[in-house]
T-cell receptor, first 112, second 111 residues
Framework: GDSVTQMEGPVTLSEEAFLTINCTYT??????LFWYVQYPGEGLQLLLK?????DKGSNKGFEATYRKETTSFHLEKGSVQVSDSAVYFC???????????FGKGTTLSVSS | DSGVTQTPKHLITATGQRVTLRCSPRSGDLSVYWYQQSLDQGLQFLIQ???????AKGNILERFSAQQFPDLHSELNLSSLELGDSALYFC??????????FGQGTRLTVV
């Protein structure tokens, strides 16, 4: 079945460092891909998404490009802040309107 | 604020009991999804409703059930609760084929 694999955490960075969180997927067809973020004690918030190959999703300085050839959707940010400390989830939806399949999440901790 | 409202925010109950979690979707959204988040299982899809009808089932136990009402709000019923049911339960909603938006979750503790 469809699945999402994320790099294991936790990821610990200093403020202003470059961030990459790897995400790869297995799916039949052409899924939509998402990154959600969960801040401590809060629910899941949509960070960005891409719906077709070579699309780039971006929001709040975060970016991810849908790479069909490598079945990847890696999350990047050029300069992280302490406020970016959270758990990041990669997810896919294999068909329009179907439930999301999530990776296990990657915890990011940014120190000043 | 995603526009999805879940109540209650916290719930503590004893083993063997039954609880009901409530979700009000964003205005205009017809699809409602329920997820369970636990430390060992991560985020697991439980069930999806679309305009009052069950559309998809995931890893939902037989002790759990859900429904979506004519006003589109949804309830997740958990019965014969066990310690292992302690988790964060999320509701999400979307328009047809749209991006799901999540509520703040209900934290259930079974003691």
């Amino acid at each position: 079945g469809d699945s999402v694999t994320q790099m294991e955490g936790p990821v610990t960075l200093s403020e202003e460092a470059f961030l990459t969180i790897n995400c790869t997927y297995t799916a039949t067809g052409y899924p939509s891909l998402f990154w959600y973020v969960q801040y401590p004690g809060e629910g899941l918030q949509l960070l960005l998404k891409a719906t077709k190959a070579d699309d780039k999703g971006s929001n709040k300085g975060f970016e991810a490009t849908y790479r069909k050839e490598t079945t990847s959707f890696h999350l990047e940010k050029g300069s992280v802040q302490v406020s970016d400390s959270a758990v990041y989830f990669c997810a896919l939806s294999d068909q329009a309107g179907t439930a999301l399949i999530f990776g296990k999440g990657t915890t990011l901790s940014v120190s000043s | 604020d995603s526009g999805v409202t879940q109540t209650p925010k916290h719930l503590i109950t004893a083993t063997g009991q039954r609880v009901t979690l409530r979700c009000s979707p964003r205005s205009g959204d017809l699809s409602v999804y329920w997820y369970q988040q636990s430390l060992d299982q991560g985020l697991q899809f439980l069930i999806q409703y679309y305009n009052g009808e069950e559309r998809a089932k995931g890893n939902i136990l037989e002790r759990f059930s859900a429904q979506q009402f004519p006003d589109l709000h949804s309830e997740l019923n958990l019965s014969s609760l066990e310690l292992g049911d302690s988790a964060l339960y999320f509701c999400a909603s979307s328009v047809v084929a749209g991006t799901p938006f999540f509520g703040q979750g209900t934290r259930l503790t079974v003691v």
